[in-house]
């Protein structure tokens, strides 16, 4: 029943979509890392890591320093991306089990709407590469969202492992080189539904979504076209290719970093040589903070609190980019915008119609990017963590119900009475809790926060199955 509900409203859609005149119907390429850090990057302040690509992109586009996720770890992230709604709404958050696992029975209902299924109304392409992590069995694959075709992981690159995970704690205090066999960990590569590598060869993996980007870019070049690329690094276990292992002064972290941002490179420009840069917007980011417990062999939240896992600064607050030539003027954005945002602004620049028929979290954000206003259309952020909000901000103000550290590290889990408040403008470190002197603004925040918790509906827990 879902399904045929889901399929009627898709019909609806295309025809209506039919009805709209785009003068130029733009590409989108999502690359998207996987526990990158916001301070991982040259363009955002990394000292030893080098990102020549990044950084061209970044001066050439918008560098975004107040970009968010709709969660600190892979699965509900990657939810909220690909439909533009908090993965609280979908099932796609847990208390138990914050991840989706190789024995999961799971995955991204059929009633969610995806932005490959919103474009396709459009005549879009559409592409998912590299990690997944909505599912695994088939009635979850990307296939069955809206991409025409898939070739990657189903879920992170150290699941599968046999014979005993690495102490990476260990390793890394030893060794910021270090990296495990690859046969440690079986997992598989599928291409569309189907496997085709067991255990997959991680030391290519990078340049193979790469390589498999632009082949599907220069195939498609003729139509408008959407590319989600998911890395699964630099999420340990690490590995890079031979061009790139041991050439950072980062260690293999650095490696592997350096090698998505050519990676990148290539793809930029892969869009000029075929004269599409102009009709291309192009973003960047992540799906949660560093994994901080795992020493030189995690990323760095830069001046950002804590990382991966927790909804402090540095677990949800990703390194962002937005790039289109001659589309977007170049600057530094300071408005708010998230991942969740990404699906009504693909909409909106593709003439397709925005679903009414459900809560939608995500905002347009193309007004923004165009320069047709200064202020974002977003002015809060909801912080969820295992199926509880954690913490709100409105404008520069955060205010933390309940705190909790990241995985194995930080603060133990607290209730506040009066919560935790910080001046993000002010304080983006999250060092100086300021509520006591701002009674008014806990209390403003206090009641969107239940508003807001008024609109979260009962769903099936995907993730528990």
Known sequence: MRYATKLLLMVCLCFSASDKIVAATPNFVVIFCD???????????????????????????????NFYVGASVCTPSRAALLTGRLPIRSGMMSARRRVLFPNSKGGLPASELTIAELLKTRGYATAAIGKWHLGHLP????????FDTYWGIPYSNDMDAV??????????????????????????????EKVVEKPANQHTLTRRYTEKAIDFIKANR??????????????????AGEKYLGKS????????????DAGVAKILGTLEELDLAGNTLVVF?????????FQT???????????????????????????????????????????????????????????????????????????????????????????????IRV???????????????????????????????????????????????????????????????PVENQLTK
């Open 139 to 146: 009635p979850y694959l990307p296939t069955r969202h809206g």
């Open 35 to 65: 526990d990158l850090g916001y301070g991982d990057l040259a363009c955002f302040g990394h000292p030893t890591i080098r990102t020549p690509g990044l950084d061209r992109m970044a001066a050439q586009g918008q560098k975004w320093t």
């Open 249 to 260: 002064r980062r260690g293999i972290y650095g490696d592997v970093v350096e090698e998505i």
């Open 163 to 192: 014979g005993g995970f690495p102490n990476y704690r260990k390793a890394a205090r030893q060794d910021p080189h270090y990296f495990a066999p690859i046969e440690q960990f079986q997992v598989p590569i599928l291409h569309d």
């Open 395 to 457: 404008g520069p103000w955060k205010a933390h119900f309940i705190t909790e550290g990241c995985y194995g590290i930080g603060p133990k889990r607290q209730e506040h009475e009066t919560p935790e408040l910080y001046n993000l403008d002010q304080d983006p470190s999250e060092k100086y809790n300021v509520a006591r002197f701002h009674p008014d603004v806990i209390e403003r925040l206090q009641k969107i926060a239940r508003q807001h918790l008024e609109s979260i509906k």
């Open 285 to 293: 980011t992540s799906d949660n903070g560093p994994w901080l417990p």
């Open 222 to 239: 003729e139509k408008p076209f959407f590319v989600y690329l998911a890395h699964n690094l630099p999420h340990i276990p690490l590995f």
């Open 297 to 391: 062999h995690g990323g760095s939240a830069g001046l950002l609190r804590e990382g991966k896992g927790s909804t402090f600064e540095g677990g949800m607050r990703e390194p962002t980019i937005f790039w289109w030539p001659g589309k977007i003027a170049p600057k530094i954005e300071r408005q708010l915008g998230t991942t969740m945002d990404l699906l009504p602004t693909f909409c909106s620049l593709a003439g397709v119609p925005i679903p009414k028929d459900r809560v939608l979290d995500g905002y347009d954000l193309s007004p923004l990017l165009l320069g047709k206003t200064e202020q974002s259309a977003r002015q809060q952020v909801y912080y969820w963590r295992a199926e509880k909000l954690y913490a």
